[in-house]
T-cell receptor, first 115, second 111 residues
Framework: DVKVTQSSRYLVKRTGEKVFLECVQDMDHENMFWYRQDPGLGLRLIYFSYDVKMKEKGDIPEGYSVSREKKERFSLILESASTNQTSMYLC??????????????FGDGTRLSIL | DAKTTQPPSMDCAEGRAANLPCNHSTISGNEYVYWYRQIHSQGPQYIIHGLKNNETNEMASLIITEDRKSSTLILPHATLRDTAVYYCIVGLTGTASKLTFGTGTRLQVTL
């Protein structure tokens, strides 16, 4: 089974702090994604990466950055946390194997509260 | 990505089949249909996906109409642990394409 592990299930930080969310996958997937999920808004893509050191902006990249130094690890960084970044953050990974559009597999999420 | 329409909620008795419908009338020829579910406080769990043929795995069956404008996810023997929000999504993944989750169907399995 694919395993996507997010470092924390719950996290509480203060406004202005720099926050790091870590995600590790064990299936040698090329693609990794960061989403946030808010009530009534569904999942929204923040950033994604299709290879080591590569990154692409998603729909809502403002206030966030990412780092992919190793294939298995994708980090989301909140440069200066604000209260409107309180949310559930979800990491996912996928691999374009055999052209059959393999699905994305998700971690269990990090519920981040910014006070 | 094509838009999907799902009923907001459904009930199902434990042990019975749960049939969850999804309309995706604007799907394009190379887009797949994916189903995920999300149990409270967990990340979305992949269930099944298909292009045009019906698919079955250990969790569920996916029936796609011939014109590909709608599909049905079937949980053959629903249990209380199947209570979740079920999302039907169409699109391309495998490439680094995003998934667009709608509001889904909240399935409540009851005794």
């Amino acid at each position: 089974d694919v395993k996507v592990t997010q470092s924390s299930r719950y996290l509480v930080k203060r406004t202005g702090e720099k926050v790091f969310l870590e995600c590790v996958q064990d299936m040698d997937h090329e693609n990794m994604f960061w989403y946030r999920q808010d009530p009534g808004l569904g999942l929204r893509l923040i950033y994604f990466s299709y290879d080591v050191k590569m990154k692409e902006k998603g729909d809502i990249p403002e206030g966030y950055s990412v780092s992919r130094e190793k294939k298995e690890r994708f980090s989301l960084i909140l440069e200066s946390a604000s209260t409107n970044q309180t949310s559930m953050y979800l990491c996912a990974s996928s691999s374009p194997l055999d052209g059959r559009n393999q699905p994305q597999h998700f971690g269990d999420g990090t519920r981040l509260s910014i006070l | 990505d094509a838009k999907t329409t799902q009923p907001p909620s459904m009930d199902c008795a434990e042990g019975r089949a749960a049939n969850l419908p999804c309309n995706h009338s604007t799907i394009s020829g190379n887009e797949y249909v994916y189903w995920y579910r999300q149990i409270h406080s967990q990340g979305p769990q992949y269930i099944i996906h298909g292009l045009k043929n019906n698919e079955t795995n250990e969790m569920a069956s996916l029936i796609i109409t011939e014109d590909r404008k709608s599909s049905t996810l079937i949980l053959p023997h629903a249990t209380l642990r199947d209570t979740a929000v079920y999302y039907c999504i169409v699109g391309l993944t495998g490439t680094a394409s995003k998934l667009t989750f709608g509001t889904g169907t909240r399935l409540q399995v009851t005794l």
